[in-house]
């Protein structure tokens, strides 16, 4: 179970329909949205995950967004349920290829509703954000799913962003990358805490793979932060992906598997 793996699938010709929270809409580049997020599994490689690329989905805008539809655990799947009803269908997109990695595979259900993106799991510490995708019934059933397997759940109250995941990500087992103003910081007190720029509010939004960073170029205050405290960075332009509310953690669900 040591080797990395990554799902991803590819972006919707749709993508302009995406759901949008706390960003305004701008005309987004499809064409380009697609070499970035080529140019973005590429990088995964690159930093040794394996790659799984399923195809895109012509009528599900945010597909591309694979991360808010599975939490994969070393030991099963959950499959969510997305805070924005026009998500929702993704769940039953992506689930064969679930099914395909991990045997026991559970579901969260009504009045449940929970993104993969408000997931930050930290070692056995699983920290789910209580955001306007999220809420305390799915909580309370992940907290369920999870007792056999001694994680800890914690809900983590947040403003201003889309997911936990826009304001605070693990760059290590003991560091997080934190946003102060969007996120209480005292409810990750137990880690070492490295701030975004404070002119690079979406900065905290990291992929980590093995002691590697992968970050968008957007953020070279933040990325200069990360690099001098001795992390690898590898930086990617994904900013089509951005103007749909999305950045890096979100296109992709990381897993451990043969
Ligand atoms: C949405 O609003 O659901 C999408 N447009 C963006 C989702 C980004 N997901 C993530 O960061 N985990």
């Given at each position: 179970m040591s080797e990395m793996h990554a799902l991803c699938r590819a972006v919707s010709p749709a993508i302009a329909d995406c759901e949008l929270s706390f960003i305004g809409r701008e005309p987004i580049n499809v064409a380009l949205?697609?070499?970035?997020?080529?140019e973005y599994v590429l990088c995964l490689?690159?930093?040794g995950?394996?790659?799984i690329e399923l195809p895109a989905e012509p009528t599900l805008p945010d597909s591309v967004f694979v991360e808010d539809t599975v939490l994969l655990f070393d030991e099963l799947a959950v499959l969510t349920r997305p805070g924005a009803e026009s998500r929702r269908a993704e769940v039953d997109a992506i689930a064969p290829a679930v099914r395909a990695v991990r045997k026991q595979v559970e579901r969260i259900?009504?009045?449940?509703?929970?993104d993969g993106g408000d997931v930050l799991r930290i070692g056995r510490r699983v920290f789910v954000g209580l955001s306007q995708r999220s809420n305390q019934a799915a909580i309370d059933q992940l907290a369920d799913i999870l007792k056999p397997y001694a994680y800890t759940v914690t809900a983590v109250p947040m403003q201003d962003c889309l997911h936990l995941k826009s304001a605070v990500t693990a760059l290590s087992d003991d560091t997080v990358l934190i946003?102060?103003?969007?996120v209480d910081a005292a409810y990750f007190k137990e880690y070492r805490q490295i701030r975004v720029d404070e002119h690079e509010p979406h900065a905290a939004n990291v992929v980590r793979i093995?002691?590697?960073i992968l970050m968008p170029s957007a953020f070279p205050k933040t990325q200069a932060r990360i690099a001098s405290a001795g992390y690898a960075v590898t930086a990617v332009d994904v900013s089509e992906l951005q103007k749909a509310e999305g950045a890096v953690t979100c296109c992709s669900v990381l897993f451990t598997g043969e």
């Open positions: 949205a697609h070499r970035q997020h080529m490689g690159k930093l995950a394996k790659v259900s009504a009045p449940g509703t929970i946003n102060p103003e969007w093995g002691s590697a």
